[in-house]
């Protein structure tokens, strides 16, 4: 039996799929700046926080680095209605990619922050700078340097973890090529072509990070 594929079936459709790319890259966008900055804190409160602060912070990392991404949006988006918390599907899946991301964030961000050389923090005690400023001039930027590529890596995990979000009706890549493929039926080429989107898509956004972060995150 011969198979003839047609992805100019698929193509025709380029609108919706352009569509679902937006989306994808949006829900990225926002869930990474939201999510690496939780993790940046929540770093802090595991480092250096009180001790309460410190168990509550790694009781919710355990719990969120040890339970499925696609269970933690149905808890948010279907289960969160029942206590009288109604969300959009959008806004349900921001929450649910910050909830995810901020959880390993803050593990990666915490190996950053320990491995910061103690005389740096002498350093800045020496010269009169508050906790505060210590940890955010002196600590984070070369924590930053250090964790960049793990993070940027996690930030394609959660991207590309953002597929799911279309089983709640986000109108994004994977839930924009199952709307084509229902339409012509061509299953097999719709998905090697979404596929090959998901993976320019992580090779554009892991190259842009890599060239953003020495410039606008960290410094040089």
Same mark, same amino acid.
């Given at each position: 039996?011969?198979?003839?594929?047609?992805?100019?079936?698929?193509?025709?459709?380029?609108?919706?799929?352009?569509?679902?790319?937006?989306?994808?890259?949006?829900?990225?966008?926002?869930?990474?700046?939201?999510?690496?900055?939780?993790?940046?804190?929540?770093?802090?409160?595991?480092?250096?926080?009180?001790?309460?602060?410190?168990?509550?912070?790694?009781?919710?990392?355990?719990?969120?680095?040890?339970?499925?991404?696609?269970?933690?949006?149905?808890?948010?988006?279907?289960?969160? *209605?029942? #206590?009288?918390? @109604?969300?959009? %599907?959008?806004?349900? &899946?921001? !929450?649910?990619? /910050?909830?995810?991301? =901020? $959880?390993?964030?803050?593990?990666?961000?915490?190996?950053?922050?320990?491995?910061?050389?103690?005389?740096?923090?002498?350093?800045?005690?020496?010269?009169?700078?508050?906790?505060?400023?210590?940890?955010?001039?002196?600590?984070? *930027?070369? #924590?930053?340097? @250090?964790?960049? %590529?793990?993070?940027? &890596?996690? !930030?394609?995990? /959660?991207?590309?973890? =953002? $597929?799911?979000?279309?089983?709640?009706?986000?109108?994004?890549?994977?839930?924009?090529?199952?709307?084509?493929?229902?339409?012509?039926?061509?299953?097999?080429?719709?998905?090697?072509?979404?596929?090959?989107?998901?993976?320019?898509?992580?090779?554009?956004? @892991?190259?842009?990070?890599?060239?953003?972060?020495?410039?606008?995150?960290?410094?040089?």
């Amino acid at each position: 039996m011969t198979v003839e594929l047609d992805f100019g079936a698929v193509l025709a459709s380029w609108p919706l799929l352009l569509v679902g790319v937006a989306w994808t890259l949006g829900l990225t966008a926002v869930s990474a700046v939201l999510g690496v900055l939780t993790g940046i804190a929540f770093a802090w409160a595991r480092s250096e926080g009180p001790v309460l602060l410190q168990t509550v912070v790694g009781a919710y990392v355990e719990l969120i680095r040890n339970t499925p991404f696609i269970v933690q949006l149905f808890f948010i988006f279907f289960g969160l *209605p029942a #206590a009288g918390f @109604r969300l959009s %599907p959008e806004v349900a &899946s921001v !929450i649910a990619m /910050v909830v995810n991301l =901020s $959880a390993y964030a803050t593990e990666i961000v915490r190996a950053g922050i320990e491995a910061t050389p103690r005389g740096q923090r002498e350093a800045a005690i020496s010269l009169a700078l508050s906790p505060t400023q210590t940890f955010v001039y002196v600590v984070t *930027p070369p #924590a930053l340097a @250090r964790i960049w %590529p793990a993070l940027v &890596s996690q !930030i394609i995990i /959660v991207m590309l973890g =953002s $597929a799911v979000c279309g089983q709640i009706s986000v109108p994004e890549l994977t839930f924009a090529t199952s709307l084509i493929q229902s339409r012509n039926f061509r299953s097999f080429e719709a998905f090697i072509i979404v596929a090959a989107i998901y993976l320019v898509l992580a090779f554009t956004v @892991r190259r842009l990070l890599r060239w953003a972060g020495p410039r606008f995150v960290f410094g040089r």
